[in-house]
């Protein structure tokens, strides 16, 4: 028995479209955004390991893992161009970002207590209070999105909205907490303007994702 193929076969066989400029740019940032991620990461794990997580140590690492990479990583959760979660259905995508926010949030709290416990006059400074700010939101943060599963599309931008304000607020003190004398003894000026670079970067990029999302989800509405 011999396999034949009509000329009509062939031309009607799905042909292969190469990714569209918009789709490789969000590939490529994607890419390098999980690549200052990583740094920020293993950067930070390294000097506050080193320094056995003791005091500020331990402030430092709880909320630089917990906003800098977990909680940027669970905003980029939907990005269409997120390499590392693109192969998964919505569900999937839901409950990824619900474990990276919720366990980014714990840690940010956690490491902002430890500070606001061992230092009594940490809410003078405005580090101390952006973060306070961000920890207080958090519980806000984590009670909306599992409100969210259960209520209207429309009311899930309220969650987006609250995610954003607590996410932008955590690297806000993150930002502020590379002037602070701790970190200042352990790097020199140009690590921490990268440390700086970074921070914006990443803020900018984890931003997109959930703002796409609600800007569509407003102007559906209208």
């Known amino acids: 028995m011999t396999n034949t193929c009509n000329i009509e076969d062939v031309y009607s066989a799905p042909s292969y479209s190469p990714p569209s400029v918009g789709q490789f740019l969000a590939l490529f940032v994607n890419i390098f955004i999980h690549m200052f991620i990583s740094f920020v990461a293993v950067y930070m794990s390294y000097m506050c390991f080193k320094l056995k997580l003791k005091k500020t140590a331990f402030h430092a690492w709880f909320c630089s893992i917990g906003y800098c990479c977990l909680m940027a990583e669970g905003m980029m959760t939907f990005y269409e ?5 693109h192969p998964f259905d919505n569900y999937t995508k839901t409950t990824i970002h619900l474990i990276l926010s919720a366990i980014g949030g714990l840690m940010g709290m956690i490491g902002s207590l430890q500070k606001f416990l061992e230092v009594k006059r940490h809410f003078t400074t405005f580090h101390g ?28 931008v309220v969650h987006t909205m609250i995610s954003l304000v607590v996410f932008i607020a955590g690297m806000w003190a993150q930002y502020t907490g590379y002037e602070t004398s701790f970190f200042k003894r352990k790097v020199d000026v140009d690590m921490k303007l990268l440390f700086k670079f970074l921070v914006i970067v990443i803020v900018v990029l984890s931003c997109i994702s959930p703002m796409k999302t609600m800007v569509m989800v407003l102007l559906s509405k209208f």
């Open 129 to 156: 209070k952006i973060g306070l700010f961000s920890t207080c939101l958090c519980f806000f943060s984590f009670t909306s999105g599992i409100a969210s599963l259960f209520i209207e599309e429309p009311k899930k």
């Open 81 to 85: 161009g997120n390499v590392l979660t």
